[in-house]
C-alpha cells in the first residue's frame, strides 16, 4: 500500500518494512511469534536510518535473520536489553563443553561468584567500577592469585565476546581496573593469621561446634575433613587448591635414614626423626609432572592430622598402623576426600568464617584458605628460618617471599615489641 501515510511491504511471515510518511525514513517490523524459541518480546520495530527501498529490504533480512540465527543459539538480541550474565552463560555454555579441569573450574566460578553479583546488570551500563566492586564485595576473590586470574580471564572474555557479537562497541566497554592488581598485592602481604586467631579457629570445641551445626551427615563428614585440612595447611605450607586437594595417599613416601644427607637442609624447617621420616609428593597445582614435583617433609603434627583423616576416612585401624601402609593399599584415593570424591573447601571455609564471626566474634573477612599456607611461611620467617628453604619447601621463588611475607614479620615483631 501507499500513499500520503507512508508504503507498507510485507517481506516474510512476521517481517515487513514500511514508512511513516511518504520520502520518510523507512522502518523494519519484527513479529517474534513465529520464531521456534522463546524471546523476551513479542514484536519490535524500529528505524533503519536510510530512505531507500533497496537499502531498507537489504537491512531488514540481514537483522531479521542475524535475529534469527541468534535466538536459535542462545543469544540474546537487541543490545539495550542485553546482561552480562547472558553473556556470562554462553561462555559457561563453551566451558563445559571443553570439558577440561581449567574450563570446568571457570564455570563453575561463572554461577558461584559472577552470575550472583552482577544479576540484572546491563552489559551496556557495566563500567570499571563495577568490576573494581565485584572483587571488593569478598576479599577471597582478591586474595588467591590463581582465583584473581581465572575471575580475570572470564570477565575479560566475556568483555571481548560482547564486542565480538556487537552488543558494545569497543571504545564503550570496560577496561579491567589497574588498580587492583596493586589492591591484591597488599592484600596478599597481610593475609595471615595471628596466634590468637588461630588458637580460637582451632579451639577443638569451636571445631566440634561448627561440625555439628549441622544435621546432614554429608556435611557433616566434609567439615570433620576440612579441619585436618586446614591443620595440615599450617603444618606443610601447602596450597589449599590442586596441590593439596589433589593429593592421594599413594603421594606418601617413607624414607629412611640413607636418605636424611638429601633433606638435611629441609631438617632445618621440620622438627622430624632423621632415622625414618615422611614427605609428601606434590604433583599438582603449580609443579605439575612428577618430574617437576616437589617433596614437602611432613613433621609430627602433619603425621598426627594425616592419622586422624585415616581413621574417619578409611579405618580406626589406622590408630596403630603406619602411614606407610596407606600409601600401598589406599594409593589412589584422596587424602581428604568425602564420599569417594576430590574434596573442595572453600564453601566450608566461608560458613566456618561466618560461624566464628557470629559465635566468637572473630572478623576473618580479609582471611581466605591461602591465609594457612601464608602464615606458615610467615611463622618460620619469624624463627629466622632461611628465605630460600621456606621457598623450596612451599613451592616458590626467594623473591616472592620476601617481596610478601618479609613484611608479615615485620608486622608481628613490631606488635610484640609495643
Known sequence: MSGSKGEYIRLDDGLAIYTQYEGGNWYIY???????????????????????????????????????????????????YVKFNQILDLLKEEYIQKNTDTS??????????????????????????????????????????????????????????????KMIKRQDAPKFPKSLNKHRRQQVARNFFYDD????????????????????????????????????????????GDELCNSKWGDLKLHTQKDAQFYKNEF???????????????????????DDARHVIINNDAIRELQNTAIKTVSADYVVKPLSDLAKSQRNRFIFAYN????????????YRTFLEENCNLNLKNQTLYSFRHTFITQKLKEGKASYLIAKNCGTSEAMIKRYYDKNKTIILAEQMI
Open 104 to 165: 570446568k573450574k571457570y564455570a563453575n566460578l561463572i554461577d558461584s561468584l559472577l552470575k550472583p553479583f552482577f544479576e540484572d546488570k546491563n552489559i551496556t551500563e557495566l563500567h570499571e567500577k563495577d568490576i573494581f566492586d565485584f572483587y571488593m564485595s569478598d576479599t577471597d576473590k582478591t586474595c588467591g592469585y590463581t582465583r584473581f586470574q581465572n575471575l580475570k580471564t572470564i570477565i575479560n572474555s566475556a568483555i571481548d565476546r560482547a564486542i565480538f557479537e
Open 340 to 351: 569417594d570424591n576430590k574434596p573442595n573447601f572453600d564453601k566450608v571455609w566461608q560458613q
Open 30 to 80: 519484527i513479529n517474534f511469534s513465529n520464531f521456534d524459541h522463546p524471546t523476551p518480546f513479542k514484536k519490535r520495530q524500529f528505524s533503519l536510518k536510510t530512505k531507500d527501498k533497496k537499502e531498507a529490504t537489504r537491512k531488514a533480512w540481514k537483522i531479521y535473520l542475524s535475529t534469527e540465527n541468534d535466538i536459535e543459539k542462545g543469544l540474546p538480541v537487541f543490545q539495550n
Open 197 to 240: 586467631e588461630l588458637n580460637i579457629i582451632f579451639d577443638n570445641q569451636n571445631l566440634s561446634s561448627f561440625i555439628q551445626s549441622t544435621n546432614r551427615k554429608d556435611a557433616q563428614q566434609r567439615r570433620i575433613m576440612f579441619m585436618h585440612f586446614i591443620r595440615l595447611m599450617v603444618a606443610t605450607g601447602c596450597r589449599p
Open 268 to 290: 632445618i624447617l621440620h622438627s622430624v626423626d632423621e632415622n625414618q621420616f615422611y614427605t609428601l609428593l606434590i604433583k599438582s597445582g603449580k609443579t605439575q609432572t612428577e
